[in-house]
T-cell receptor
Framework: KAGVTQTPRYLIKTRGQQVTLSCSPISGHRSVSWYQQTPGQGLQFLFEYFSETQRNKGNFPGRFSGRQFSNSRSEMNVSTLELGDSALYLC???????????FGPGTRLTVL | AQKITQTQPGMFVQEKEAVTLDCTYDTSDPSYGLFWYKQPSSGEMIFLIYQGSYDQQNATEGRYSLNFQKARKSANLVISASQLGDSAMYFCAMREGYSGGSNYKLTFGKGTLLTVNP
């Protein structure tokens, strides 16, 4: 069974731009979560989607948003990029919200 | 207060030896889950092992075992017979609200960088 896939793997943007990251979960998984990983803050939870509904949201500004489609694929969007948004963005999928989360390879975003 | 504490920023172990990575947690929720993930330099987080708060026995998965001491709120990862490929960052994580609450997120510790020497 294929694992979680994330596209693109690497991204370079400039301040003020916006970016969209994509995540395709493991087949049959309906829960998708997003995390931000930085050297200073470590791994921080962004949000979780289940059956196209956002069920939980972390402590991030409104510039960070996401959505989930009917096929469980998910996207996250960051608008008005700041230097501090440079990070590894990890997506994780699970069969349901309380099940083990399996992570994708991440998207490394660099904001210049 | 930190919910997950990993006190060892870095650990060294000789190949074929066993190593214990420490993790303590803080929660008032009676139902929770504890996880260990491995993150090689490539960045992908690899699930290793899970322990539920109501599980009576310590979890084991191949060379990985979890030393769960509920009263002490610790969930240490034991890797037996270390291999060079075990060199990576290891994260302990907790999920609260397992009993049906709305909090399904994982809270991670800062991680321990394990280096296996030949």
């Amino acid at each position: 069974k294929a694992g979680v896939t994330q596209t693109p793997r690497y991204l370079i943007k400039t301040r003020g731009q916006q970016v969209t990251l994509s995540c395709s979960p493991i087949s049959g998984h309906r829960s998708v979560s997003w995390y931000q990983q930085t050297p200073g803050q470590g791994l921080q939870f962004l949000f979780e989607y289940f059956s196209e509904t956002q069920r939980n949201k972390g402590n991030f500004p409104g510039r960070f948003s996401g959505r989930q489609f009917s096929n469980s694929r998910s996207e996250m969007n960051v608008s008005t990029l700041e230097l501090g948004d440079s990070a590894l963005y990890l997506c994780a999928s699970a069969r349901f919200s309380t099940d083990t989360q399996y992570f994708g390879p991440g998207t490394r975003l660099t904001v210049l | 207060a930190q919910k997950i504490t990993q006190t060892q920023p870095g650990m060294f172990v000789q190949e074929k030896e066993a190593v214990t990575l420490d993790c303590t947690y803080d929660t008032s929720d009676p139902s929770y889950g504890l996880f260990w993930y491995k993150q090689p330099s490539s960045g992908e987080m690899i699930f290793l092992i899970y322990q539920g708060s109501y599980d009576q026995q310590n979890a084991t998965e191949g060379r990985y075992s979890l030393n769960f001491q509920k009263a002490r709120k610790s969930a240490n990862l034991v890797i037996s017979a270390s291999q060079l490929g075990d060199s990576a960052m290891y994260f302990c994580a907790m999920r609260e609200g397992y009993s049906g609450g709305s909090n399904y997120k994982l809270t991670f510790g800062k991680g321990t960088l394990l280096t296996v020497n030949p």
